[in-house]
């Protein structure tokens, strides 16, 4: 087994092959997707290889690193930087986000009203579109899409919005639990906050198909239709990929992994959730109450 790194001593790694199997992936990813939005016949297939060559890097990558911290490898220096990595990574997750509701911002706030005729946009309005309403929710001069209905916020996504703050609960738990030594209790509450994040992404499929089947709400109801999906879909995303990490973390503790002392691993992910549990009380008040 290998010996512990000394406080002065930087793990550096060997060469690996990983980063260039990510590189081929997400480009092959990409590739595939632009092929297939154009109808190209090798697009599907090559997106699905693009997607099966990320996952054998994340599976071998993480698997990699796993090993070199459970055999000893890393020591504070290297704890210090991967804290520091993972508080960047979301400092670039919050900028990811502040552009999105900077877009429904800016439309909500100046755009709508510049096409309805305030301030300098009263030509605008006058030669273009003379009934534009400059009203909330909007889809768009011409209609785009055709008439809508809006999700009510005291529904599923009130229901969504207990479903994340209750899965913050139970991740500080666990928390705790790990830190007390308690690995019972923190597998139950570990696994209570997994399957908080699934029972989120349950009702957010219900919402997204209510919204195109009864509602008429989808990615062409002009700019309301855009910035809703895309800011509650890129969440959804996020929410998805944090459960799988919370899952991952759940069965790395079954098997030992994390101590009282050295659970960093535990603790980068818990600060990700903690994050989309933010950004969703951010969602909730400005795309649906609001």
């Excluded at 704890?79 to 993972?86: H, L, Q």
């Excluded at 309805?116 to 909007?138: I, M, Q, S, V």
């Excluded at 919370?246 to 990700?272: N, Q, T």
Aim: hydrophobic residues 50%; contains cysteine.
């Amino acid at each position: 087994m290998a010996q512990a790194q000394g406080n002065d001593i930087y793990y550096v790694p060997h060469g690996s092959k990983w980063p260039i199997v990510g590189s081929i992936g997400l480009f092959t990813t990409m590739l595939g997707a632009a092929s297939w939005l154009n109808e190209a016949s090798f697009g599907k297939p090559l997106f699905a290889t693009g997607v099966a060559t990320l996952l054998v890097m994340i599976f071998g990558w993480f698997s990699n690193v796993i090993r070199e911290s459970v055999t000893g490898l890393y020591n504070s220096q290297v704890d210090t930087s991967f804290r520091m990595g993972m508080m960047w990574f979301i400092f670039s997750e919050v900028m990811f986000f502040a552009a999105f509701f900077g877009a429904l911002f800016y439309a909500r706030t100046y755009t709508v009203a510049w096409l309805g005729g305030e301030g300098d946009g009263a030509l605008t309005h006058f030669y273009l579109w003379k009934d534009f309403a400059a009203a909330w929710p909007t889809n768009g001069p011409a209609q785009i899409g055709g008439p809508f209905e809006t999700i009510p916020a005291w529904g599923v996504p009130f229901l969504n919005t207990m479903i994340l703050l209750s899965s913050g609960v139970t991740i500080t738990i666990a928390h705790h639990a790990l830190k007390a030594g308690r690995r019972s209790q923190l597998l139950v509450f570990l696994a209570a906050t997994v399957g908080l994040g699934l029972l989120f992404l349950y009702f957010q499929a219900h919402e997204y198909m209510e919204a195109y089947g009864h509602l008429n709400l989808t990615l062409g109801s002009g700019i309301y239709g855009s910035t809703f999906f895309m800011l509650t879909g890129f969440h959804g995303l996020h929410v998805t990929l944090g459960t799988i990490m919370l899952a991952v973390i759940w069965f790395r503790c079954a098997k030992g992994h994390f101590d009282k002392e050295h659970h960093f691993g535990f603790e980068a992910v818990a600060w990700y959730w903690h994050f989309v549990d933010v950004v969703w009380l951010g969602l909730f008040m400005f795309v649906y109450v609001l």
